[in-house]
Antibody, heavy 122, light 107 residues
Framework: EVLLVESGGGLVQPGGSLRLSCAAS????????MHWLRQAPGKGLESVSA????????YYANSLKGRFTVSRDNSKNTLYLQMGSLRAEDMAIYYCARWYNYGSGSHGLDLWGQGTLVTVSS | EIVMTQSPDTLSVSPGERATLSCRSS??????LAWYQQKPGQAPRLLIY???TRATGIPARFSGSGSGTEFTLTISSLQSEDFAVYCC?????????FGPGTKVHTK
């Protein structure tokens, strides 16, 4: 079964750190670009970060200002998001998603995990 | 950063009726536009990519059109399972950005 499963969310104090994981199965993870997105309660979706298949190209939302780091371990079929200096505005459901290449330059976020909730509060 | 807007915010539709949703980008994204459906408590689901191509398994009642800065998602005959929030996403430039969504609910 083609699946993404996030973990690592939870309650963290302002200024704290957290590492999210996204375990992939059922497809060739090492050739798939992957994204992290988030959705604050009652709000719309926001791109957080992206990484290509071999991990040598990464992208971040402008608002993150170096606080987050995306990485992947293709030997473990796992995507990571290291989050630091967390703020109240980082509180959200965090999703990982596959950036699928349909060919001829066509792409879409076709596979999503169920999300993991990050709560930032003292 | 490209700003995406959607209209209307909410849409009241009876089952079997047609729904037309709009999405605009603050600058041209070509055809690099996707539509997603999201139901409460669930992850988004890809409906349309490249502005008009249905993703795998998406029923033919969903169609997308447009290019440049103006896009439309049409649901030709709403089914009960279609009542949800629909959002557009541009991927013409990083950061990829999403519209705020249109909530389609039953009249």
């Amino acid at each position: 079964e083609v699946l993404l499963v996030e973990s690592g969310g939870g309650l963290v104090q302002p200024g704290g750190s957290l590492r999210l994981s996204c375990a992939a199965s059922g497809f060739t993870f090492s050739t798939s670009s992957m994204h992290w997105l988030r959705q604050a309660p009652g709000k719309g979706l926001e791109s957080v970060s992206a990484i290509n298949g071999n991990g040598d190209r990464t992208y971040y939302a402008n608002s993150l200002k170096g606080r987050f780091t995306v990485s992947r371990d293709n030997s473990k079929n796992t995507l990571y998001l290291q989050m630091g200096s967390l703020r109240a505005e980082d509180m959200a459901i965090y999703y990982c998603a596959r950036w699928y290449n349909y060919g001829s330059g066509s792409h879409g976020l076709d596979l999503w995990g169920q999300g993991t909730l990050v709560t930032v509060s003292s | 950063e490209i700003v995406m807007t959607q209209s209307p915010d909410t849409l009241s539709v009876s089952p079997g009726e047609r729904a037309t949703l709009s999405c605009r980008s603050s600058q041209s994204v070509g055809s690099n536009l996707a539509w997603y459906q999201q139901k409460p408590g669930q992850a988004p689901r890809l409906l349309i990519y490249d502005a008009s191509t249905r993703a795998t398994g998406i029923p033919a009642r969903f169609s997308g059109s447009g290019s440049g800065t103006e896009f439309t998602l049409t649901i030709s005959s709403l089914q009960s399972e279609d009542f949800a929030v629909y959002c557009c996403q541009q991927y013409g430039d990083w950061p990829f950005t999403f519209g705020p969504g249109t909530k389609v609910h039953t009249k």
